[in-house]
């Protein structure tokens, strides 16, 4: 195989996951726990909690979901800081292989 046969290859490929990266990213995700509902982005942005509101009285009901929202968003950010971190090595500074 020559060489601009294998940039070729090369290139699709990078399109490719390209591709699919955007497709994950701009899907919805949904967690459910008891009471408790939860929208993702694939982005891992948190979009939407929703919390059974027979279960709690309801004056803590909008509060409990903003500290919720904050808390995974937080959580997530820790993540992908994290995971920058310890993965880095083996990417060798190619962002977005984790």
Sequence with gaps: MNLQAMMKQAQKLQNDMLKEKNEIDEKIF???????????????EVIEVKID???????DIEMLQ???????????????LETQQKMGKYT???????
Excluded at 53 to 59: C, F
């Design 66 to 80: 903003d500290m919720i929202l904050v808390a995974i968003n937080d959580a997530n950010h820790q993540i992908d």
């Design 30 to 44: 949904e967690g459910k726990s008891s009471f408790v509902t939860v929208k993702l982005k694939g982005t891992k």
């Design 53 to 59: 509101t027979d279960k709690l009285d309801k004056e």
């Design 92 to 98: 060798k500074g190619m962002p977005g292989l984790f």
